[in-house]
Every structure is written in C-alpha cells, then in structure tokens.
RNA sequence: GCUCCCGUAGUUCAAUGGAUAGAACGAAGGUUUCCUAAACCUUAAAUCCAGGUUCGACUCCUGGCGGGGGCACCA
C-alpha cells in the first residue's frame, strides 16, 4: 500500500514539473491525520515556486484519482500535508487477509547470507549481564534479518586465551584444583589471580609467563609438546569446557544458540600471521618492541597489535577472526559484530587495519555497539560485590514472575519476557539504567504487558466459535489501522537495524488491543464475526512480533 | 589535553527535518452482575542554555554548560 502510494505521488509530480523532489510518505502520528501523510507538496513548493497550499490541492487531486475506492479520503491539511486516510473496505479486507503464516515476512535481503556474531563471554569468566544485553540484541537483531528473507549464521567469540586465562589458571593451580567443574570454581579463581597480578610483582611475572606458555604450548604440534605443555593444556580444556557449559545453559534460557563458536586460539595463529605480512607491506610499524598501527593517519588511535612479548592483542586475533569467518562460515555477504560501545575506538582502528590488508573483508564488516545495564546504586564492580551475572538476573527476575505464576514454565516466560524486553524498549547503543531495588517491572510498558495481551486475545478465539466473516462496523478502529502497518514497521526494523521499533510497536498495538477489549463485547457482541477476524489478525501480529524479538509467549498468565 | 557519544515530564525511555513532543513507572481520581483488572478510563507534568540554517528544528550547524566512553602492549 505505502510502495503503491509513493509512486502515484512520483507520477503525480513528475507530471507537476518537479521530477526529483525527495518527499517522504509517513505514518501521522494521529490516527486521525489518516493512514498516511506526505510532505511531497512541500518539499515540492521551493523548486516549482508555488505556494504549498496550491501543490497540496493539485497533488491531492491527482492521487484521488490514482487511489480510486482504496482511499476514503485524501485531504490537505496544515501548511500543506496530504493526508490519505484508506477506505473501510481496504482495511477490512487487509484485516481479513492477515496469512497464518509468515505474516509481516518480506525478501529485501532473500539471496543473503550474513554472519551475526553477539553475546561472546569469555570462558573462565563468569558470563554477566553485557553478555546477556548483547545476546538478547544479537537474537533479535538475528530473527528481524532473517524475516527479510537473509540466511544469518550466529556466531560468539571468547576469549580462550589471554592474560584473563592465565590468571585463573594460575589460582587454579595454587589452589591444586587440575579439574575444575563449576564456573563459580573458576570465576573465583579468575579473581584471585586478578587480584594477585596487581598486589604481587612476583605473581604478576608467573602470571605473564603462563600467558606466554600458553600461547607457545598451543601452537606447537602435539608432538613437539612437553609434559609440562600437556599438563597445562589439559587443565585449560577443563576450565574452558566447564565455562562453555555453563553458558550454553544462559543461552538456553534465553532462548539463542550459535551455528559457530569461535576461540581466540583459533584465530591467534591466523591474526598473527596477516599482521606480520602487512607489516612487511608496511600497514603495521615496530615501535618499543610492539608491533603497532598508526591509527593517526586515519584520525584514529594507534593501537598495539602484536605486543613486545611476541603476544596478540586482541586487535590482531579480530584481524584473524575477520579471515576465519570466511573461512568457516562464507561466502558471506555482511558480517555484524555486537560489542560494548566502549570497544568502538578498538573497533574502528581494527577496521581501519583490516581494510588496509582486505578491503573486501572490511568493507562488509558492521559494528553493533550496545550499551551496558548500569545500576542505580552505583557502579558495578567485583570489588564492591554488585557485580550482576548473567545467570543471577535471570534467577532473580523468575523469583519474581514466581509470586504471580505458579506455573514454573508461565514463570520463566514471563520472567525471559520481561527481561528481553527492558533491553529491547530502546534504542540499542545506550546504557540501560537497571534499579536493582524496584527489580524490573511486569506492568505498564513491559514484556508481560505484550504477553498478556495476546494471552487474552487467545483466550477469546479458544471460546468463540470459529470466526464468521460478517459485515464489518461502519468505522474502522484505530486497532486495525495499526495491524496493517506491521510489514512495514518490520521492514524499517531490519533496515536501520533497530529492534527497538518493534518493542515500540507492539506496545502501541496491546494498548491498542486492551483498550478495544476492554471497551467492546466481543463473544455475542456486535459485529460478533467481524471482532472476531480482528482478534485474530491481531493474535497473529502479535506472536510474529514477539516472535521477531525472540521474547516467549506463555500459554496462559 | 585530544576525541566520540549523550542531555526530552519527578523517574526510565520514544519521536525517518513535519501537524497538538508519545508511552510507562511514580502522583491524584475513577472502572469488575460482562470474553483473564499483569487491564481500561481521567487529570497534572518535559525538549540544558545562547545564537544560526529552514516554509518548518528534540532532530542539522556554531558556541557554552552538564554527564559518560575512548586515547599503545587488557578484552
């Protein structure tokens, strides 16, 4: 509908004389403006030295007569709109022909096939609530491309190796501990080894030099390995295995899975060696001992890449992460990472170094920042102790959907729900301000909120008798103006990559839905059919919606 | 110091350069012989400051004030 309207207000100006205004067509924010609204006379008023008003009323003519019975009416308003309000029976039928299946789908990206990588905690840590921000986004973000048709392959990436590794390792071998089985084990081993590098010269020289050994260890052939390389590999399989499983049981619950789980120990070889070929074509110079790159030349930082001690940072393993991607998961046509926004400069100068020794990679590469949850009561920090987990919100939001659900299963949708959706209500990039004191809320503008509105709609269709079409009410209601819009706010999600405008949305349209509720009979109302066809095209919006943001829908609440 | 991002009701967030800046929480009041009151209906309440561009500015530009991130051997 809004594709066939933009060209007949392309054809009716071509025919004014105004061949390439831009003009947009959009969504008054008053349903009472109508369906659409454009600012074609406008824009239009300048180039063809007109007044606004005059365009208005020859355009709103001219798409009178393009729009036929599909329009109600269009009329000019304000300082020169032209608003389109659609025809009972265009709504009616579009309400009517809301598909089962695959409602609000399109194809702008069918022949795609993009990598999506998010969460990426790193095994010896405990997964906290950034890696749960990043996975919720990435999901949504994951689901809302694929609806425009594109194959997205999901990827994480951790951190496997690195000075965070050897200080766990080093406790853990303190501690005599060869297998360590819970993330808590080597969480608190990751900050006892933390807290020795920075209080202890001697454990910050046995740390640095396991960090060394590590690397060296992994990359020799298992032949060339000694008993002292063996030992030490095995304890790291351990810990990094026991880590792995206690992320997959967050991402379970949060309803994601990875088609890849890369490690930086896969890509440190690879990363090591483009940097160290570029450096050779002179991308990369030698500076201290370290290999850097001059990130000043492009207006950026100059950042460390392979460091005096022969070590990769973790710029160097992205480069080879960008190679090892293609490798495994090509041919790919896009590449989205999901990262911390604090990463950005990081992100922008391993860009910049990676277009410098594969522009094509570089080129199809996007970043994704996201913010952090940040606490109302300060800052988070392990050594004040507020630090949120991953896995710690999560049970203490079920606790709370507990008082009100007995239903473990209700409990954990509504719990995952309400989660999900106090990341995905706003833009993504900013920080989320969490009250750990008022907890989350399950009211008002919230996941629950969503999920209670179709759990009601559902409830309605499950008693009724199966819809009739009957005669429509004379006046559309606003619920069905905005059921309509849902391909279209879909669509825009996926080209600005903004969630957001679908959490936005739905709640807009369970408003929407609950006010009609409330205030219509429906079973053995008027128009009993009629309602009924509206409760089901929006039962239906709504799931796909929920859906396309990953959050779960209860049977019942 | 350099650089990036941000500043909207008491609070947490929306608003592709458009019409009367939209929600929610909180506040005040109301709604249940009727399909689930996690709901609905009312009311009060906001664009940091000063210029500029534009028919039109929360949005773009300049300057200020305030907050946050980043700035080489962590990720």
Same mark, same amino acid.
């Given at each position: 509908?809004?594709?066939?309207?933009?060209?007949? !207000?392309?054809?009716?100006?071509?025919?004014?004389?105004?061949?390439?205004?831009?003009?947009?067509?959009?969504?008054?924010?008053?349903?009472?403006?109508?369906?659409?609204?454009?600012?074609?006379?406008?824009?239009?008023?300048?180039?063809?030295?007109?007044?606004?008003?005059?365009?208005?009323?020859?355009?709103?003519?001219?798409?009178?007569?393009?729009?036929?019975?599909?329009?109600?009416?269009?009329?000019?308003?304000?300082?020169?709109?032209?608003?389109?309000?659609?025809?009972?029976?265009?709504?009616?039928?579009?309400?009517?022909?809301?598909?089962?299946?695959?409602?609000?789908?399109?194809?702008?990206?069918? *022949?795609?096939?993009?990598?999506?990588?998010?969460?990426?905690?790193?095994?010896?840590?405990?997964?906290?609530?950034?890696?749960?921000?990043?996975?919720?986004?990435?999901?949504?973000?994951?689901?809302?491309?694929?609806?425009?048709?594109?194959?997205?392959?999901?990827?994480?990436?951790?951190?496997?190796?690195?000075?965070?590794?050897?200080?766990?390792?080093?406790?853990?071998?303190?501690?005599?501990?060869?297998?360590?089985?819970?993330?808590?084990?080597?969480?608190?081993?990751?900050?006892?080894?933390?807290?020795?590098?920075?209080?202890?010269?001697?454990?910050?020289?046995?740390?640095?030099?396991?960090?060394?050994?590590?690397?060296?260890?992994?990359?020799?052939?298992?032949? *060339?390995?000694?008993?002292?390389?063996?030992?030490?590999?095995?304890?790291?399989?351990?810990?990094?295995?026991?880590?792995?499983?206690?992320?997959?049981? !967050?991402?379970?619950?949060?309803?994601?899975?990875?088609?890849?789980?890369?490690?930086?120990?896969?890509?440190?070889?690879?990363?090591?060696?483009?940097?160290?070929?570029?450096?050779?074509?002179?991308?990369?110079?030698?500076?201290?001992?370290?290999?850097?790159?001059?990130?000043?030349?492009?207006?950026?930082?100059?950042?460390?890449?392979?460091?005096?001690?022969?070590?990769?940072?973790?710029?160097?393993?992205?480069?080879?992460?960008?190679?090892?991607?293609?490798?495994?998961?090509?041919?790919?046509?896009?590449?989205?990472?999901?990262?911390?926004?604090?990463?950005?400069?990081?992100?922008?100068?391993?860009?910049?170094?990676?277009?410098?020794?594969?522009?094509?990679?570089?080129?199809?590469?996007?970043?994704?920042?996201?913010?952090?949850?940040?606490?109302?009561?300060?800052?988070?920090?392990?050594? *004040?102790?507020?630090?949120?987990?991953?896995?710690?919100?999560?049970?203490?939001?079920?606790?709370?959907?507990?008082?009100?659900?007995?239903?473990?299963?209700?409990?954990?949708?509504?719990?995952?729900?309400?989660?999900?959706?106090?990341?995905?209500?706003?833009?993504?990039?900013?920080?989320? !301000?969490?009250?750990?004191?008022?907890?989350?809320?399950?009211?008002?503008?919230?996941?629950?909120?969503?999920?209670?509105?179709?759990?009601?709609?559902?409830?309605?269709?499950?008693?009724?008798?199966?819809?009739?079409?009957?005669?429509?009410?004379? *006046?559309?209601?606003?619920?069905?103006?905005? !059921?309509?819009?849902?391909?279209?706010?879909?669509?825009?999600?996926?080209?600005?990559?903004?969630?957001?405008?679908?959490?936005?949305?739905?709640?807009?349209?369970?408003?929407?839905?609950?006010?009609?509720?409330?205030?219509?009979?429906?079973?053995?109302?008027?128009?009993?059919?009629?309602?009924?066809?509206?409760?089901?095209?929006?039962?239906?919006?709504?799931?796909?919606?929920?859906?396309?943001?990953?959050?779960?829908?209860?049977?019942?609440?």
């Amino acid at each position: 509908m809004e594709e066939m309207l933009s060209l007949a !207000i392309r054809t009716a100006l071509d025919e004014m004389g105004a061949e390439n205004v831009p003009f947009s067509v959009e969504w008054p924010a008053d349903l009472a403006h109508g369906d659409f609204a454009t600012n074609a006379a406008l824009a239009a008023a300048k180039p063809l030295g007109r007044s606004p008003r005059e365009i208005a009323d020859e355009l709103a003519g001219k798409l009178r007569d393009a729009l036929g019975e599909q329009a109600a009416s269009v009329e000019v308003a304000g300082p020169g709109f032209v608003n389109v309000t659609l025809a009972r029976d265009a709504i009616a039928s579009a309400i009517r022909s809301v598909p089962a299946e695959g409602w609000g789908s399109g194809s702008a990206r069918s *022949e795609e096939r993009i990598a999506f990588e998010y969460s990426c905690p790193n095994p010896f840590k405990e997964m906290h609530v950034g890696h749960v921000m990043s996975a919720v986004i990435g999901e949504a973000a994951s689901r809302i491309i694929e609806n425009q048709g594109a194959r997205v392959l999901r990827d994480t990436y951790g951190g496997d190796v690195g000075p965070h590794v050897a200080k766990a390792l080093w406790a853990l071998r303190r501690k005599g501990n060869e297998n360590p089985a819970t993330p808590k084990e080597i969480g608190e081993a990751y900050a006892q080894g933390s807290h020795a590098y920075e209080e202890s010269e001697e454990a910050k020289a046995e740390i640095d030099a396991l960090n060394v050994s590590l690397y060296e260890a992994l990359a020799k052939e298992e032949g *060339e390995r000694s008993d002292e390389d063996r030992a030490l590999l095995e304890l790291w399989r351990h810990g990094r295995d026991a880590s792995l499983a206690a992320h997959g049981v !967050i991402w379970d619950a949060l309803g994601t899975h990875f088609d890849y789980i890369l490690h930086e120990s896969e890509t440190t070889p690879i990363g090591i060696a483009a940097v160290r070929e570029a450096l050779e074509k002179g991308v990369f110079v030698e500076s201290q001992g370290a290999v850097i790159y001059n990130g000043e030349k492009k207006g950026l930082h100059t950042l460390v890449f392979l460091t005096s001690r022969g070590t990769p940072t973790y710029e160097a393993k992205d480069i080879g992460l960008a190679f090892l991607k293609e490798e495994r998961m090509g041919p790919l046509d896009r590449v989205y990472i999901t990262t911390a926004a604090e990463q950005k400069g990081h992100f922008e100068v391993f860009l910049a170094a990676l277009s410098d020794i594969a522009p094509e990679l570089a080129a199809k590469t996007k970043h994704v920042p996201h913010g952090f949850l940040r606490l109302t009561t300060g800052k988070m920090s392990s050594r *004040e102790g507020n630090v949120i987990t991953g896995a710690g919100l999560i049970s203490e939001i079920i606790d709370t959907a507990q008082e009100k659900n007995e239903d473990p299963l209700v409990a954990k949708a509504v719990a995952i729900g309400a989660i999900k959706y106090m990341i995905l209500r706003q833009a993504a990039g900013g920080d989320i !301000i969490f009250d750990p004191e008022k907890s989350l809320s399950l009211d008002g503008d919230s996941g629950p909120y969503l999920q209670y509105a179709l759990v009601r709609a559902r409830s309605v269709l499950a008693q009724a008798q199966k819809p009739e079409d009957i005669e429509a009410p004379l *006046e559309p209601y606003a619920l069905e103006r905005l !059921i309509i819009r849902f391909p279209e706010v879909a669509r825009r999600a996926e080209a600005e990559l903004a969630p957001h405008k679908v959490a936005q949305y739905l709640t807009q349209l369970a408003g929407e839905w609950n006010s009609f509720y409330a205030n219509n009979r429906i079973i053995g109302g008027e128009h009993e059919g009629y309602k009924l066809l509206l409760a089901r095209a929006f039962a239906l919006t709504m799931e796909r919606g929920l859906n396309l943001l990953g959050i779960p829908v209860p049977e019942r609440m």
